[in-house]
C-alpha cells in the first residue's frame, strides 16, 4: 500500500467571490409585489376583481351592443317582460331597461370611483397635516373632525343635495365635503404611528423639509390602509347615490342610474318585479364584489395578517 | 367618571349648535324663496307671507330669532300645510318612526349577537357558514332593495302581511324586518369577529385548564368581554336604521318622521326640512353622547385612556 500524502500543490484556489455567494437569487419583490402576490392566492378576490372588470367594461360597452339608446322611447311596447329583443325587458315608457342598466351603471360607477377619490385626497391631506404636526393644531383639528364625524352623513347630503339642487355634479360634491372624516382619523393614527419609526428620524437628521417627509416617508408607508379603505368607500358612495336617487334627490331622468332605475322598478314592483330585479342584482352583484375585494387587499397588504 | 361625562357632553352640545348653524345658513342660501314655485302671487301678499315668516329681516336677526324658538323647543311653522307646525307634525309622527326603529334595533341586536355567539363557538361549520353569508348579503344587498322583496314575496305572492299601512302587529313585522335585517347582519359579524379575538386569548385557556365548567368559560368569561365593542356599534347602528327608516317608512307608507321627511324635500318645504333634519340630529347626538357614557361605564379604560 502506497501512502497517498497530501501535499499543498495539489489543491488550488478556485476564486474567492464573494459577490456570488451573497448574491441574492430570488428577485427581490417591492411591497406591491409581494401584495399582488399574495392577492393572486386568494381565488375569492380575483374573481371579484374580474366580476368589476366585466361591470367596468359591460358599462361601457353595454349599452352599445343593443340598438337602443337610454332614453328612447317607445310606447307600443311598453312594459314588456323580458325577451329576444329586449333582454331585460321594457320600462313604463317602453326605454330597453338592458342599455338603461349599463348606461346607469357607468353613473353609478363614476359616482362611486370620483367622490371615494377625493374623499380620500381630502382625508389624505386633512390627516397628514394633523398627524404630523400634533400639538394643538392636532387636538383642534381632530375635533372638528369628531363633530363633523357625529353628524350622520347621510343627514348632510340630504341637506346638501336640497341646497344645491339634484345632479350628478352635486352628488359627487355632497358626497365628498361629507365623507372625509373616516379616513382623515385613519391616516391621522397612521402617520402619529409612523412618525416615530426611526427613518423619519433619519430623513429629518439629513435635512428634508415637512412637505418631502409628509409626501415621500409617511404617506407611501400608509398606503396599504388607504387602499383598504378606498375600496370600502367606492360601494359606499354607490350606496348613497342609490339612496338619493331613490329618495328623488339624485340623478334626474331621462338619465338612469342604479338608484334611480331601482326607485322607479318599486313603482311597479307588484306588477312587474323584473324592472326593480335587475338594477338591484347589479348594485348588490358589484357591492358584493368590492366588499369581497376589499376583504382580500386587507389581507394582502396588512402586514400585521400576513405571515 | 365625571370629567369623561361632561366633556363627552360639551361635544355634543357643540355638535348641536353645529347642525343647528349650518342647517340654518344652508337653507337661507338655496336661491330663491319657498314661496315662487308655488301660483302667481300679488306682491303685497308676497311681503305679507315673508314677514310672517319673518323672511324680511336681516339674516342674522332671523338666526337669532330661530335660535330663540329652537330654545324654547319650538321649530317653526310649516311652509306648506299652512295651518300646522313643525313640533304638531313631529309629535303625531316621531312615536310611530320610534316605535319602529326600537324594534328593528332590538331585533336587530338580540339576533345580531345570538348569531354572532352561536357562529363563533361553532366555527368551521355549517352555522358560521351561514352567519358569513348573512353579513355578506347584509353589506352588499340596499335596505329599499329588502323591503322591496318583502313586501313583494311576503306581502304581495304569499298574502303573509299586509303590503302597507301601519297598524295592528302584522304591519309591523315586513318593516321591522327589512329595516333590522342590516343591522342583524352587521351586528353579528361584529359579534363573530369579537368571541373569535376573546377566545384565543390567554386568560380563556386559563379558565378551561383550571376546569371552570364550559357554561362558565362562555357566559362569564367569554361573552362577557366580547359583547363590550358591540355597544359602541349600536351608536352607530341607531344611526343607521334611523337614516334607513326613510325609504322604509316611504315604500310601506308608514306615517312616521322618515315619510314627512322625504316628503318635505320633495316639496321644498323648507322649515319642515330644517325642524326634522335638527330634531333628527339632536336624537342622533344623544344616543351617541349615551352610548359613549354606557362605554365608559362598562368598561373603564376608555375613561382612563382619555
Known sequence: ??????EKDMFEVVGKDLESAEAIIRPSLTYWADAWRRLKENKLAIIAL????LVVIMAFVGPMIRPFTYDQQDFTKINQEPSSEHW???DALGRDIFVRCWSGAKISLFIGMVSAI????IGIIYGGISGYLGGYVDIIMMRIVEIIYSIPELLWVILLMVVLGPGLKTIIIAISISGWGGMARLVRGQVLQLKQME??????????DTSRIIAKHLIPNAMGPIIINLTFQVPGAIFTEAFLSYIGLGIQPPLASWGSLAQEGTLMLLIKPYQMFFPALLISITMLAFNILGDGLRDSLD???RK | MLKYTLKRGIIALITIWVIITVTFFLMRAIPGDPFTNEKKIQPQIMENLKRKYGLDQPLIVQYGKYLQNLLRGDLGDSMKYKTRTVNEMLRTSFPVSAKLGLMSIAVGAGLGITFGIIAALNRGKAFDYFVIFLAVIGVSVPGFVFAALFQYWFGAKLQWFPVARWGTWKHYVLPVAALGFSSIAYIARMMRTSMLDILSQDYIRTAKAKGLSRRVVTWKHTIRNAILPIVTILGVNIAGVVVGSFVIESIYAIPGMGKYYVQSIQQNDYTLIMGTTIFYAVILVIMMYLTDIVYGIVDPRIRIDE
Open chain 1, 50 to 53: 374580474v366580476v368589476l372588470a
Open chain 1, 118 to 121: 377625493i374623499n380620500v385626497t
Open chain 1, 1 to 6: 500500500m502506497e501512502q497517498v500524502g497530501l
Open chain 1, 199 to 208: 427613518f423619519v428620524l433619519a430623513a429629518k437628521t439629513l435635512g428634508a
Open chain 1, 303 to 305: 402586514p400585521r395578517l
Open chain 1, 88 to 90: 331585460f325587458g321594457t
